[in-house]
Nanobody, 129 residues
Framework: QVQLVESGGGLVQAGGSLRLSCSAS????????MAWFRQAPGREREFVAA????????SYADSVKGRFTISWNNADNTLYLQMNSLKPEDTAVYYC??????????????????????WGQGTQVTVSS
């Protein structure tokens, strides 16, 4: 049984930083796609960042490029999202997700939420202006 548990959210001023963590258990995740999505009130869930550790490949939404960094610690199955230079528009619930069906021959992770079959419960990030 796959379990994803996020932590690290909170309230921060604009320009500040936060690091989100997602503890993953129940499978070997090294070949999975692992990603962060976010959802603000009244808006659809949107892609933030993804990686495939086995191919050392990452992908980012344009809105977070240069500010956010996704990483994976394979020793303890933890996904991270380092968020710097935070803006009020980054305010959302952030979700960790796993794509267990990512084709073996594909280098890059997928970015559509429909491809991710395991989700965490979410952690709130609020950025004040």
């Amino acid at each position: 049984q796959v379990q994803l548990v996020e932590s690290g959210g909170g309230l921060v001023q604009a320009g500040g930083s936060l690091r989100l963590s997602c503890s993953a258990s129940g499978r070997t995740f090294s070949t999975y796609g692992m990603a962060w999505f976010r959802q603000a009130p009244g808006r659809e869930r949107e892609f933030v960042a993804a990686l495939r550790w086995s191919t050392d490949s990452t992908s980012y939404a344009d809105s977070v490029k240069g500010r956010f960094t996704i990483s994976w610690n394979n020793a303890d199955n933890t996904l991270y999202l380092q968020m710097n230079s935070l803006k009020p528009e980054d305010t959302a619930v952030y979700y960790c997700a796993a794509d267990s069906s990512l084709p073996i021959g594909r280098v890059r992770p997928r970015t559509g939420p429909v491809n991710y079959d395991h989700w965490g419960q979410g952690t709130q990030v609020t950025v004040s202006s």
